[in-house]
């Protein structure tokens, strides 16, 4: 089967093309969300759309990341994951190869979904860091036997934990946008030059989240307070049946105080009965404490 195809750079077709096209089941299929990374990174959209016999069949959504003269997936950002290539499940096992053929040089891109990477023939690797993931029916929506799958130290020391910040003045409050300043800055005080907040495009990124007003999908800050004052901030996302642990940072001196937030977070997504949570990839220091599962995923460069 012959198949033609042309660059659509126009903001308006792109989000047709997006909306025609996407299945709509992950946060990351999502047009809006990807959208407030698209307009914080301010990259030229570069879809490479698929044609035969008059009906367009997919497109591989890229844009060009002017700063690191890359080509990458569109509102990706080298954050955003479970990223796949929007073409018809009628042709994608085929034909996806002869997509990527299209593909221009200098393309990176990252995390790309499990279901998809296994249709590229050639030059797609794993990723050095896991996806990190849980599904709270396999605990039958219980924090008590999520916790008996830790080991005993481990066990202890989270509840040591709930306990001693259950015994302070603490507060838990949501959507104070104010917060995600302290959010900033605690995550900076604890990677320094590794935190993506280092780049001003990706914090206007997340400031566009908090901002969004749409009702696809919901984010939610919330901070932890001792005595009135700010000492741990987590941001995730709902869509649909699942939450996405966005990003969160404490006071460094404060590993209760993270705890126990992680476990507000993880109680609620059990208590809603939702499918899974996805703490995205890298361990950031307390994934594997918390003993998440583990996912691959994998880029491909050219």
């Not at 949501?174 to 300043?181: A, M």
């Not at 566009?208 to 941001?235: G, R």
């Not at 869509?239 to 590993?255: A, C, H, M, N, T």
Request: net charge positive; charged share 30%; hydrophobic share 35%.
């Amino acid at each position: 089967m012959k198949i033609d195809f042309y660059v659509e750079k126009r903001i308006k077709d792109c989000k047709s093309l997006w909306n025609e096209f996407s299945k709509n089941e992950y946060l990351t299929d999502n047009w809006e969300y990807r959208l407030c990374f698209h307009n914080a990174y301010k990259n030229t959209p570069y879809f490479i759309v698929g044609k035969t016999k008059g009906e367009i069949i997919g497109f591989v959504p890229l844009e060009y990341d002017e700063k690191r003269k890359s080509y990458i997936f569109f509102g990706g950002a080298d954050w955003n994951e479970q990223m796949r290539f929007l073409i018809k499940d009628l042709y994608k096992h085929q034909y996806l190869h002869t997509f990527i053929q299209q593909l221009p040089h200098q393309a990176s891109l990252r995390f790309i979904h499990p279901e998809d990477a296994r249709f590229i023939k050639e030059g797609v690797i794993k990723e050095e860091d896991f996806s990190y993931y849980l599904v709270p029916k396999d605990y039958d929506f219980d924090m008590e036997t999520y916790l008996t799958t830790f080991s005993p130290r481990s066990r202890k020391n989270i509840r040591k934990a709930l306990r001693r910040i259950g015994k302070l003045n603490f507060k838990i409050r949501k959507g104070r946008i104010k917060d995600f300043d302290r959010l900033i800055n605690f995550n900076i005080q604890r990677y320094k030059k590794d935190s993506m907040f280092m780049d001003d495009r990706f914090t206007l990124a997340i400031k566009n989240l908090l901002m969004s007003k749409t009702s696809k999908f919901i984010i939610t800050l919330v901070t932890v307070l001792i005595d009135n004052q700010v000492e741990a901030i987590s941001l995730f996302a709902e869509y649909k049946r699942g939450l996405v642990y966005l990003e969160g940072s404490s006071d460094p001196s404060q590993s209760d105080v993270s705890r126990f937030l992680d476990y507000h977070i993880f109680e609620h997504a059990f208590k809603k009965k939702l499918d899974y949570i996805d703490a995205l990839s890298g361990d950031c220091g307390w994934k594997e404490r918390w003993r998440l599962k583990k996912k691959t995923l994998f880029k491909l460069t050219t």
